[in-house]
């Protein structure tokens, strides 16, 4: 079955064709990657998929149910999470009280509850950090539970957004550049972590120019330039294609 369905997707910016009648799936359980030069249309696929650009054209099937065009708080609902290329942290936080924002949409006590701190909402509080305190596990995060955000390493608050998109709940996980500015150390224990987040029942979507990254834990890759959908295919496929080499693989693997 497939998890996700993207049919003739198309954004338009005025005369400007970002993306072009792009069309791919995505199985339950998989591993996908998207790459292509700067510039090809990724991150605008990206903002589609996740409610934050409406598509121009097209459908964006999920599970079997039609999400074109809705918010990007309902796809988030049901069941699409991302990170960003640039962090985006609540830097003065502590990274668990990051984790627990990410619960927000689960909790059912309304706003009277929660002001005169009446003990359903206390609970529901308690469970919220509980569990915010089981994903921070999951990535090695949870002696740094109390820390702020903002003053951890690079590396470190990539994962805590991880532990953020685990925290809404969502079986489809869409991870924007996961490895940019990280040295091989942390490159190979977030492919560790890609590979885990599988291993709980997630679907995996991700921008990524590392090739090793790439070639490594894709299943399947999609190949993106100039806004258009130029291969798909397994990765020794994509290796040896020479649409793709002479457009982004010679470059990059060189």
Do not use: W, Y
């Given at each position: 079955m497939y998890h996700l369905e993207v049919?003739?997707?198309?954004?338009?910016?005025?005369?400007?064709?970002?993306?072009?009648?792009?069309?791919?799936?995505v199985k339950n359980g998989a591993i996908q990657s998207i790459i292509?030069?700067?510039?090809?249309?990724?991150?605008?696929?990206?903002?589609?998929?996740?409610?934050?650009?409406?598509?121009?054209?097209?459908?964006?099937?999920?599970?079997?149910?039609?999400?074109?065009?809705m918010s990007a708080d309902r796809i988030n609902r049901l069941g699409i999470s991302?990170?960003?290329?640039?962090?985006?942290?609540?830097?003065?936080?502590?990274?668990i009280e990051n984790v627990m924002v990410a619960q927000h949409s689960m909790i059912r006590s309304g706003l009277?509850?929660?002001?005169?701190?009446?003990?359903?909402?206390?609970?529901?509080?308690?469970?919220?950090?509980?569990?915010?305190f089981e994903y921070l596990?999951?990535?090695?995060?949870?002696?740094?539970?109390?820390?702020t955000a903002g003053s951890l390493a690079y590396g470190l608050q990539r994962k805590i957004e991880?532990?953020?998109?685990?925290?809404?709940?969502?079986l489809l996980i869409l991870l924007?550049?996961?490895?940019?500015?990280?040295?091989?150390?942390?490159?190979?224990e977030m492919m560790t972590i890609i590979r885990n987040?599988?291993?709980?029942?997630?679907?995996?979507?991700?921008?990524?120019?590392?090739?090793?990254?790439?070639?490594g834990i894709s299943d399947r890759i999609v190949v993106i330039d100039h806004g258009v959908k130029i291969a798909e295919g397994a990765p020794q496929e994509i290796r040896t294609d020479p649409m793709v080499i002479e457009a982004y693989l010679g470059k990059e693997m060189q």
């Open positions: 049919r003739g997707l198309s954004k338009h910016f005025g005369g400007i064709r970002a993306i072009e009648e792009i069309s791919f799936s292509g030069p700067n510039g090809a249309g990724k991150t605008t696929l990206f903002n589609c998929l996740t409610g934050f650009l409406k598509p121009t054209k097209g459908g964006i099937v999920l599970r079997e149910k039609e999400i074109t065009g991302r990170t960003f290329q640039n962090i985006r942290l609540f830097r003065e936080m502590s990274v009277l509850p929660a002001v005169l701190r009446l003990s359903g909402f206390k609970r529901e509080e308690r469970e919220v950090r509980e569990r915010a596990e999951f990535l090695g995060l949870e002696a740094l539970a109390g820390k991880i532990a953020r998109t685990m925290a809404t709940g969502a924007d550049e996961p490895t940019a500015g990280m040295n091989r150390r942390e490159t190979d987040l599988r291993e709980l029942g997630k679907t995996i979507i991700l921008i990524e120019h590392d090739m090793k990254v790439v070639m």
